[in-house]
T-cell receptor, first 112, second 114 residues
Framework: ETAVFQTPNYHVTQVGNEVSFNCKQT?????MYWYKQDSKKLLKIMFS???????VNETVPRRFSPQSSDKAHLNLRIKSVEPEDSAVYLC???????????FGSGTRLLVI | AQKVTQTQTSISVVEKTTVTMDCVYE???????LFWYKQTASGEIVFLIR??????ENATVGHYSLNFQKPKSSIGLIITATQIEDSAVYFC???????????FGSGTQLTVMP
């Protein structure tokens, strides 16, 4: 099966902890992304990773960092989570920068 | 800066009818790409249809079609013969030719009733 796979589906943690989410795509796409979807369902792009080039949305806090071992994997690490980080984090990939995106099923983070 | 606006928060229709969802965008770029995505109740986001700015003909895929009005910076999504399973949140999105960002609108919740 070819798709974008995210783990875990759901994660609960306390303020100040570090968390890491995994994303893997088996579509052979060249570019991967992370989006944050808040409680109002607003989708905001966080990162783009293409051919070892990382592009960061300047509005993303520094406690967020992407990690990639190859073009099929793009993980997301959050150091010292805060309550406002509670959201759904969606990973996506695209064949080229102008292609449509394929999304993973998301990781729901709850910070208590 | 690019911006995508969906003013309809929610729409309810009876199944088998046609519905149109509005989307307007802002861009200074002459080349851009417009997309519609659907997010189901399970949270899954699925690509539906796209329109490239240089194409004059409206895109059509299955029972989805677009009403691309370039002078008005508008890209409406039309769903014909709606079905219960079309109930979802529909997102309009845009990417400028020179940008790395795919920007999404705020979404429109569609409810299809029997």
């Amino acid at each position: 099966e070819t798709a974008v796979f995210q783990t875990p589906n759901y994660h609960v943690t306390q303020v100040g902890n570090e968390v890491s989410f995994n994303c893997k795509q088996t579509l052979g796409h060249d570019t991967m992304y992370w989006y944050k979807q808040d409680s109002k369902k607003l989708l905001k792009i966080m990162f783009s990773y293409n051919n070892k080039q990382l592009i960061v949305n300047e509005t993303v806090p520094r406690r967020f960092s992407p990690q990639s071992s190859d073009k099929a994997h793009l993980n997301l690490r959050i150091k010292s989570v805060e309550p406002e980080d509670s959201a759904v984090y969606l990973c996506a990939s695209s064949r080229t920068s102008n292609s449509d995106y394929t999304f993973g099923s998301g990781t729901r983070l709850l910070v208590i | 800066a690019q911006k995508v606006t969906q003013t309809q928060t929610s729409i309810s229709v009876v199944e088998k009818t046609t519905v149109t969802m509005d989307c307007v965008y802002e861009t200074r770029d002459s080349s851009y790409f417009l997309f519609w995505y659907k997010q189901t109740a399970s949270g899954e986001i699925v690509f539906l249809i796209r329109q490239d700015s240089y194409k004059k003909e409206n895109a059509t895929v299955g029972h989805y079609s677009l009403n691309f009005q370039k002078p008005k910076s508008s890209i409406g999504l039309i769903i014909t013969a709606t079905q219960i399973e079309d109930s979802a949140v529909y997102f309009c999105a845009m990417r400028e030719g020179g940008s790395w960002q795919l920007i999404f609108g705020s979404g429109t919740q569609l409810t299809v009733m029997p």
